[in-house]
């Protein structure tokens, strides 16, 4: 069985400032994990995944995120924050293996940028 | 490269009609689609899983004769919603993940489909 927990479901930051979204997984295997984001009426775009290699993953637009295994957690991070970046992301975590099977989504956390 | 489309980005329908969504990976073939439906600040929740030439997978408290799945092709998917009511009104996404190369072992989400069921 799988779970995964947003700890946080708004978060406000000012433009420029770093962003840091939490994510907390449960899992009876090494899991994969992803972050996606969704703008307002559009499909989910994925940012980065981790899939068991390096624990520090870089994705797209500036952002990263880091596996620690004894901690359950996967974050998300961003050294400064863009207007652009106000949308909502969802903490994703499936099986190992790279199948992309089951995916288990958080409740997603919505990114406020304040200028 | 992972691009997936979804036609139409947005349809109104009247109570009792089909509406027919389609899901196409552009630039990869995907061997698995899956058909999520989110509502209005909302995660997102799998309604089915299809791969292709074989009978979609249905999650739990999903209708299959009412949201039927075909899959006759590696970059094509359809949802058809059949005898649609207000309360299938929703944002529909499809995903798609492919066998090698580019798309394997990430879903990669089309832009979704709103519907509106008057």
């Known amino acids: 069985a799988q779970s995964v927990t947003q700890l946080d479901s708004h978060v406000s930051v000012s433009e420029g400032t770093p962003v840091l979204l939490r994510c907390n997984y449960s899992?009876?295997?090494?899991?994969?994990l992803f972050w996606y984001v969704q703008h307002p009426n559009k499909g989910l775009q994925l940012l980065l995944k981790?899939?068991?290699?390096?624990?520090l993953v870089k994705g797209i637009n500036g952002f990263e995120a880091e596996f620690k295994k004894s901690e359950t957690s996967f974050h998300l991070t961003k050294p400064s924050a863009h207007m652009s970046d106000a949308a909502e992301y969802f903490c994703v975590v499936s099986p190992p293996g790279g199948g992309a099977d089951g995916l288990t989504f958080g409740k997603g956390t919505h990114l406020i940028i304040q200028p | 490269g992972a691009v997936v489309s979804q036609h139409p980005s947005r349809v109104i329908c009247k109570s009792g009609t089909s509406v027919k969504i389609e899901c196409r990976s552009l630039?990869?073939?995907?061997?698995?689609m899956f058909w999520y439906r989110q509502f209005p600040k909302q995660s997102l929740m799998l309604m089915a899983t299809s791969n292709e030439g074989s009978k979609a997978t249905y999650e739990q408290g999903v209708e299959k004769d009412k949201f039927l799945i075909n899959h006759a092709s590696l970059t094509l998917s359809t949802l058809t919603v059949t005898s649609a009511h207000p309360e299938d009104s929703s944002f529909y996404i499809c995903s798609a993940r492919g066998f090698g190369g580019v798309g394997f072992g990430t879903q990669y989400f089309g832009p979704g489909t709103r519907l509106t069921v008057l």
């Open positions: 630039d990869f073939q995907a061997t698995t």
């Open positions: 899992s009876s295997y090494s899991p994969s």
């Open positions: 981790y899939t068991s290699a390096a624990t």
